[in-house]
């Protein structure tokens, strides 16, 4: 067995690094665009006589100058001041599933083969990469029981936002749109399962926990009406908390003529375990940059694959990728699409880094993914709540979580006054991601969610009960401490939180900045 | 099934360790926590996938087997343009972008991700600078939706819910746009281009415009390549209806064109893309939207917004989100549209081939755009039975090409420029068919003069 390391010593890259544009200097730069040839600007001229006067640009854009080595510092520092999941224990960004991102994916990524293709290349030029959209797809319908999968989406509420538009195109074509206006959810099921069908022009229910962790039957019967337009829900929520009731619910939404969207975030526990299809939903989608090992890249590019059964094919986006036995092709003849949610066939990089992730798993572990997933967290929870007898797990006492948890702070805030956000802030000095809370609003006092998936090793679930059971100490000893931590991070607690709600504080850019604060 | 002795990415797979904490646990296997699970709602069998390729090596190989199958624009010369567009990325981009610590970071909070948002507020920063605007997003999916973005922003800001995209709009996007604002601007009106110029039909846009209209969009350069020499014209009119001006624009072309602020644009939009990323089959693209610094405005963006602030630390800089309720992390339903894993990483890339360029570079990269295409139009226009370039007016990087005096469609030409490793145009005739057999070409700073008089010669030879 490794060392269970604290790391006590821990102290994060801290550059003090100037805004960049403190580090220009007039007349350099980083690098040289390629000059046309002497010939091909005799042969039309000058550029700005190209172009009528009054549209040509008279002031130089106010960017940086700099030389190249001082470009790539000041971004390697920046990147040193940047916890990526790759580089430590991330267990803490719970519900988001931050597992290891292979190195090897990076340089498929880029290889000429997918990086120098554009998307409106001739098809038989792109056989090679429509055959991995359409393998990659086959493996989604078996792991979800859905007939057809679309790759465009860019993240996961994207593709709930895709699914909403397929559920206000269906209720169009019956003749209920305006009459059917109102989607059923519940709490601690992901805001976007909210948002997105609201922007799509949808009412939102959003139903409160029962004891079980998840609403109860009643509610569900209560809410739902000849108004109901489908459902958008997680299963487990936020809590890991498997809902028995699943498919009771969906029959239930059916019944009333509405259509059923799984958000299926939480997929990491469940592959080869339950299907969409098996607890009868007509939708799904899978976050591809959680359970298919792709990076999240600081917020994206990700993959929201979404998957629908057959009465839903016909309202995808075009164009969908087929094949017809010998020849890969794109569909754009599709005439009761929605359109289109993104252009051209969405985040292919994203998707070939996802074919590697689960060719290297294969068969043979895709399964255990979810197995080691499972037992990481139920691990991870005993330990905890043996150690820290501060720590709580609301709801649903005695049933396993299957892949997360959403712990409570209560005790210790009562005790010490020291809440999650600060403890959260602390565990930075271990070395540690700062660990996810809770979407707004906390039903949970003083929640924090915590996700130890499959590329965690036990070593590094001890080191994390280890670190929050001396920051509990810490806490007990001196409030204050925790309450201002962090200390050994990139940079400190911010001292004026009003100043980013407040428009003649906040300063989204530098040029915003010097107007407000340095009165250029 | 082969198994190993544990699997690379999944380290408690190793039987023994595996073991231990189910014995710690308390249980058998996994099978006692999934047993909770209502035997009808489980799945039975196995999973029909392939079998694993467990060494790195192997994997790499089976990989570059199938992209051999594509043919790619290092191996082909490409003039294909319209949305996603071959441009250069330097090493330092690309080293950054790969960093493992910008790479697989997500939402961790300003002092641990300090750098995340630095280089966030950075790229934001230096949009602005080339925009001319105060207030930038991290970026969307794409330019489709943001612009999309853009009609939903002005609509929740005017009131209103029409909305006029103008003049040559890529069909794509208008695609995009049409699904993201359908629930607040049902009513999306088309005003039509100028056949000649390739302008937009001002006669149409003031025909259309009424105090009912939230939000004019018109893009500049357009879909065409030609650079819209109205901006100020269309402004001034949308604004004396009330209405808001959103621009997308191609932020490659601001080193020698006028940002649309300087024309009257309330929002700008566009694509990170043609700042360095690679195209990826069109992976690489990422949405921007920009707006002066109106509170009007700030108020109505549902992307995360990356303030500069201060820490306890006297001189510190720190970093936090603006007016975090606006989003759907914090209000849900109730939130500005939505917001979630969008193209982060595609900004930060952006922000550092900015920073590689400085002003000088952007106006170099410019120039050398406008100068090919001219030289590229005027040399193809020499064929016989070729009008090139179709439209009038000035272009940027892309212009149409039409070729229905040579008897041939352009799919059949570009099916042709095979055999001579290129990539013709993008096929016009099914997005506009007024335009009869016209293609759009593309050509950035990528092209030789070589590469375009080959073209040349191609197309001579084929449509002889």
């Known amino acids: ?520 | 099934m082969t198994k190993l002795s544990s699997h690379p990415y999944i380290p408690n797979s190793a039987r023994e360790i595996k073991e231990q904490m189910l014995k710690e646990i308390g249980i058998n296997n996994a099978e006692d926590i999934f047993g909770q699970i209502p035997e009808h709602l489980r799945f039975k069998g196995e999973l029909k996938i392939p079998n694993g390729i467990f060494s790195e090596y192997q994997l790499l190989r089976h990989i570059k087997g199938l992209l051999d199958k594509n043919k790619n624009c290092e191996e082909y010369i490409s003039f294909l343009g319209g949305g996603c567009w071959q441009h250069y990325t330097p090493a330092v981009v690309k080293t950054i972008m790969q960093r493992d610590e910008f790479l697989t970071a997500y939402v961790g909070e300003a002092f641990a991700d300090h750098g995340k948002f630095q280089a966030q507020f950075e790229y934001a920063s230096m949009l602005g600078e080339l925009l001319e605007m105060d207030a930038v997003n991290t970026p969307t999916y794409d330019w489709g939706i943001a612009a999309g973005t853009t009609v939903r922003m002005s609509a929740r800001i005017t009131g209103r819910s029409e909305a006029l995209i103008c003049g040559a709009v890529s069909p794509e996007r208008l695609a995009c746009i049409k699904t993201f604002a359908f629930s607040t601007v049902p009513d999306i009106q088309l005003v039509g281009f100028d056949p000649d110029t390739g302008l937009i039909d001002i006669d149409d846009l003031k025909r259309k415009m009424s105090d009912k209209v939230a939000c004019v969009y018109f893009e500049n350069p357009n879909f065409f390549g030609v650079i819209e020499t109205q901006g100020e014209e269309i402004a001034k009119l949308a604004h004396e209806y009330g209405a808001i001006v959103s621009v997308g624009v191609d932020p490659i072309s601001l080193g020698v064109l006028e940002p649309p602020a300087r024309y009257g644009a309330d929002i700008a939009c566009g694509d990170v893309q043609p700042l360095g990323i690679p195209m990826g089959f069109g992976g690489g693209l990422g949405g921007f939207i920009a707006t002066h610094d109106d509170p009007k405005f700030v108020a109505e963006f549902p992307s995360l917004l990356f303030g500069l602030t201060t820490t306890v630390e006297s001189g510190e800089y720190g970093f936090g989100e603006v007016l975090f309720e606006r989003t759907s992390y914090a209000s849900r339903d109730k939130a500005k549209d939505f917001l979630g894993t969008m193209a982060q990483l595609h900004g930060i890339g952006a922000g550092v081939y900015m920073a590689l360029l400085g002003p000088q570079g952007m106006q170099e990269i410019g120039e050398g755009c406008l100068q090919r295409a001219a030289y590229a139009a005027k040399v193809l226009g020499q064929i016989k039975g070729i009008k090139s370039p179709h439209f009038k007016g000035a272009h940027f990087k892309e212009f149409v090409v039409n070729f229905d005096e040579t008897g041939k469609t352009v799919k059949e030409i570009n099916k042709k420029l095979l055999d001579y490793k290129v990539f013709g145009g993008y096929d016009l005739s099914q997005g506009f068919p007024q335009l009869g057999q016209s293609a759009l070409y593309c050509v950035t700073e990528v092209h030789t003069k070589q590469d375009i008089d080959n073209l040349a010669r191609a197309l001579t030879e084929i449509v002889a």
């Open chain 1, 1 to 520: 067995m490794g060392i269970v390391k604290v790391r006590k010593n821990f102290h994060q890259a801290r550059w003090d690094e100037p805004i960049i544009f403190e580090l220009s200097t007039p007349g350099l730069r980083g690098v040289v665009p390629p000059p046309p040839e002497k010939e091909l600007q005799e042969a039309v001229g000058d550029a700005e006589k190209l172009i009528p006067s009054s549209i040509r640009r008279k002031t130089p854009p106010g960017l940086p100058e700099l030389d190249q080595k001082s470009v790539l510092a000041h971004y390697l520092h920046l990147a040193q001041e940047t916890l990526g999941a790759n580089l430590c224990n991330d267990i803490s960004e719970g519900t988001c599933t931050m597992k290891y991102n292979p190195r090897i994916n990076e340089e498929i990524a880029y290889l000429p083969g997918i990086a120098a293709l554009h998307p409106w290349q001739d098809e038989d030029t792109i056989q090679g990469i429509l055959q991995i959209y359409y393998e990659f797809e086959q493996i989604l319908k078996e792991v979800s029981g859905m007939d057809k999968f679309l790759l465009h989406p860019q993240g996961g509420a994207h593709a709930v936002f895709t699914a909403a538009c397929i559920m206000r195109a269906y209720h169009i074509e019956h003749g209920n749109w305006g009459k059917k206006d109102e989607i059923i959810s519940a709490a601690f099921t992901h805001p976007c399962d909210h948002a997105s069908p609201a922007t799509a022009g949808f009412k939102l229910i959003i139903l409160p926990p029962g004891p079980d962790g998840y609403p109860p039957l009643e509610a569900f019967e209560e809410a739902i009406s000849e108004r109901t337009a489908g459902l958008f829900i997680t299963n487990p929520e936020d809590t890991g908390i498997y809902n028995l009731n699943i498919d009771k619910i969906v029959k239930m939404v059916h019944d009333a003529g509405g259509l059923c969207f799984y958000d299926q975030a939480n997929a990491n526990v469940l592959l080869g375990i339950a299907r969409a299809r098996e607890a009868g939903f007509d939708m799904c989608h899978f976050n591809i940059h959680k359970t298919f090992g792709t990076p999240h890249g600081c917020s994206g590019p990700g993959l929201g694959a979404l998957g629908v059964r057959e009465h839903l094919i016909k309202y995808l986006p075009v164009p969908t990728v087929e094949y017809d036995g010998s020849k890969y092709y794109l569909d754009y003849n599709r005439p009761q699409s929605i359109g289109k949610v993104r252009q051209f066939v969405g985040p292919a990089t994203v998707l070939i880094r996802a074919y590697a992730w689960v060719m290297a798993v294969g068969k043979e572990y895709l399964r255990e993914v979810s197995e080691i997933s499972t037992i990481n967290h139920n691990y991870l929870q005993k330990k905890l709540l043996e150690r820290i007898p501060e720590l709580e797990v609301p709801y649903a006492e005695g049933r396993f979580r299957l892949e997360e948890a959403r712990y409570s702070w209560r005790k210790l805030t009562e005790e010490t006054g020291v809440g999650t956000d600060d403890v959260m802030r602390r565990i930075g000095d271990y070395g540690i991601q700062h660990y996810w809370s809770s979407h707004h609003p906390w039903v949970v006092p003083e929640p924090m969610t915590l996700e130890p998936c499959e590329t965690y090793r036990k070593e590094d679930l001890d080191e994390y009960v280890e670190a929050l059971a001396q920051i509990v100490e810490e806490a007990k000893k001196d409030p204050e401490f925790v309450k201002n931590a962090p200390y050994k991070c990139a940079s400190h607690k911010r001292d004026d939180e009003a100043s980013l709600d407040d428009p003649n504080k906040w300063a989204l850019t530098w040029r915003a900045y010097l107007k407000k604060h340095k009165k250029a």
